[in-house]
């Protein structure tokens, strides 16, 4: 790959990372204040899921739309993705969590909460690794399936996206499901919350490379039961 190719795929990375987190971020803390707490983990969800779809329909033939380090450490264990991608990748996806969660500040200066994804009362750093490595895992796994391995066509930006939602839908009352270390890291780094943020690193980390390594070399695409040949 090219340099001038790689740059221009990492500015898409860059401009995609920073729209999933200004948009999702941005929405959790927009609506924080309503109070009525299951519309507003609807709503967060569908914002986190739908942004995710224009994404992947945007910038996915571009540079793939990774926009989640998380997804772009799945796709290097899993073989399908170099180390020189990985690194310039994971360099702009965290540059561009950072830049959106800053953007959420100053849209909404002094808020108190600009969307940071932190554990639940009664949440222990144990179970922040356990539920998003887990959520990280079934998203990962929509990814290879849908998008890498095309499994869904045309409709696989739909496919994730509401992957996505759904596991904030879970995720959301527990620890803010972000299966994103950018979409942790950025709003942890700007609001100065970071006690937790080791945790939701291991987990997402982990679950990405289970997932990697499940779908790298175990579901592989081939032409078993169940499945009309091509």
Same mark, same amino acid.
């Given at each position: 790959?090219?340099?001038? !190719?790689?740059?221009?795929?990492?500015? +898409?990375?860059?401009?995609?990372?920073?729209?999933?987190?200004?948009?999702? /971020? @941005? &929405? =959790?803390?927009?609506?924080?204040?309503?109070?009525?707490?299951s519309a507003s983990l609807l709503l967060v969800a569908l914002a986190h899921g739908l942004i995710l779809i224009t994404i992947i329909t945007t910038f996915g033939h571009i540079s793939g739309a990774h926009v989640n380090p998380a997804v772009t450490l799945?796709?290097?264990?899993? !073989?399908?993705?170099?180390?020189?991608? +990985?690194?310039?990748?994971?360099?702009?996806?965290?540059?561009?969590?950072? /830049? @959106? &969660? =800053?953007?959420?500040?100053?849209?909404?200066?002094?808020?108190g909460f600009i969307g940071?994804?932190?554990?639940?009362?009664?949440?222990?750093?144990?179970?922040?690794?356990?539920?998003?490595?887990?959520?990280?895992?079934?998203?990962?796994?929509?990814?290879?399936?849908?998008?890498?391995?095309?499994?869904? !066509?045309?409709?696989?930006?739909?496919?994730i996206g509401l992957t996505l939602a759904a596991a904030i839908l879970l995720g959301g009352p527990l620890t803010g499901g972000s299966l994103n270390p950018a979409r942790t890291l950025g709003p942890a780094l700007v609001s100065g919350v970071t006690d937790s943020l080791p945790a939701y690193l291991i987990g997402m980390a982990a679950g990405a490379v289970a997932a990697g390594l499940l779908h790298g070399y175990v579901f592989t695409p081939t032409r078993g039961a169940g499945e009309p040949g091509r």
């Open positions: 790959m090219k340099n001038s !190719g790689l740059l221009r795929d990492g500015l +898409a990375e860059f401009i995609g990372t920073f729209m999933l987190i200004f948009v999702g /971020a @941005g &929405a =959790a803390t927009g609506l924080a204040q309503t109070g009525d707490a799945g796709l290097l264990v899993g !073989g399908k993705i170099d180390v020189v991608r +990985a690194v310039a990748y994971w360099i702009v996806q965290f540059a561009g969590g950072i /830049a @959106g &969660a =800053a953007m959420v500040r100053v849209i909404f200066p002094d808020p940071q994804t932190v554990p639940a009362l009664g949440i222990t750093d144990g179970m922040v690794i356990v539920i998003e490595g887990l959520l990280t895992a079934f998203l990962v796994s929509a990814v290879y399936q849908n998008a890498v391995y095309a499994k869904t !066509g045309n409709i696989a930006g739909l496919a």
